[in-house]
């Protein structure tokens, strides 16, 4: 096994859902990661403008990789779009991804 990733793929997970069942109930990034020594990715869909959200939520509960593509197009309803991500790190909660923040526009 090279990777694990969460994947919602199904659009059954909210950023209130997803705070609560993944991360407090089943404290799931921290137990994938005491038994996998792989980093720990994430894959969502921006299914009714939540994408983003879920990500975040992904990373800040230990989440180290995340699927996201150009401008969200993807399959579905769309991927996770990179430059909105980076942005709401950057601006939000002050995480810096290294990129060159200048040529998103």
């Known amino acids: 096994m090279n990777k694990a990733a969460w994947q919602n793929t199904n ?5 209130w859902n ?3 069942e ?3 109930d089943f404290n799931l990034p921290k137990k994938v990661k005491e038994r996998i020594t792989k980093p720990l990715e994430v894959h969502v ?3 009714f403008g939540l994408g983003v959200a879920n990500t975040i939520n992904a990373i800040i509960s230990g989440a180290e990789v ?3 593509t150009i401008t969200g197009i993807g399959e ?3 991927n996770t779009p990179m430059e909105e991500t980076v942005l709401a790190l950057l601006a939000m909660d002050g995480i810096n991804l290294g990129i060159d923040y200048k040529k998103i526009n």
């Not at 659009?11 to 950023?15: M, T």
Request: hydrophobic letters at 35%.
């Open 11 to 15: 659009w059954h997970v909210n950023p």
């Open 76 to 78: 579905k309803a769309g």
């Open 22 to 24: 993944v991360v407090k």
């Open 18 to 20: 997803y705070a609560e």
């Open 66 to 68: 995340i699927h996201t």
């Open 45 to 47: 869909h921006p299914d």
